[in-house]
């Protein structure tokens, strides 16, 4: 069903939906490796924090999938918001 409504709403419940998926990824990225690889390193957590495109989240989910060792989990050098 389509969404109707004012577009200033609609492009705002777009903005916030986007956020909230980013967030829920960037929880299982962190949840994942605590659980594979122990504790996250702030350092580490910080920058997982500073992805902002999914396709990027999705990417290190599945890094972190398949990783051997946090070492192959490869984040990008700089992200910016």
């Known amino acids: 069903m389509a969404k109707t409504g004012p577009p200033v709403i609609l492009r705002a ?3 916030g939906e986007a956020r909230g998926e980013r967030m829920a990824t960037r ?14 390193p702030d350092t580490l957590r ?15 989910f599945d890094e972190a999938v398949l990783a051997n060792s946090l070492e192959e989990v490869h984040l990008p050098d700089e992200e910016r918001p």
């Open 46 to 60: 910080t920058r997982i924090e500073r992805v902002v495109d999914i396709a990027e989240l999705d990417r290190l």
């Open 27 to 40: 929880n299982k990225i962190l949840r994942l490796i605590e659980k594979r690889f122990g504790l996250t």
């Open 13 to 15: 419940e777009a903005r």
